[in-house]
């Protein structure tokens, strides 16, 4: 069973950088773990995962080449660094997991959840 705790969020302004953590206790070599974000009155959405077993990553279109997300084997930790933030990159960040052998974007297919950490982007 996997525990998750995220960590880093916090109020930052449009261009700015914040790195999240999240702390993954008793994971595995494939576990597969995803970031997500909601935001006020909106669905929760995929920002993009890792696998890690490979390293391999996949990333939501609006994210890409802004977000960066890798792992710390030794801290059992994976990081999403988020570089030149927007006001609408504001929303409660997630980390998740699951096991598989394949890719999901639906928070269904995530067994594991951390508590969410608030990301505000000010105009």
């Known amino acids: 069973q996997v525990q998750l705790v995220e960590s880093g969020g916090g109020l930052v302004q449009t261009g700015g950088s914040l790195r999240l953590s999240c702390l993954a206790s008793?994971?595995?070599?494939?576990?597969?773990v995803g970031w997500f974000r909601q935001a006020p009155g909106k669905e929760r959405e995929f920002v993009g995962g890792?696998?890690?077993?490979?390293?391999?990553?996949r990333y939501t279109d609006s994210v890409k080449g802004r977000f960066t997300i890798a792992t710390d084997n030794a801290k059992n930790t994976v990081y999403l660094q988020m570089n030149s933030l927007k006001p609408e990159d504001t929303a409660v960040y997630y980390c998740a997991a699951r096991y598989g052998k394949s890719w999901s974007t639906r928070e269904i297919d995530y067994n594991y959840w951390g508590q969410g950490t608030q990301v505000t982007v000010s105009s």
């Open positions: 008793g994971r595995s070599f494939t576990t597969r």
């Open positions: 890792i696998y890690w077993a490979d390293g391999e990553t």
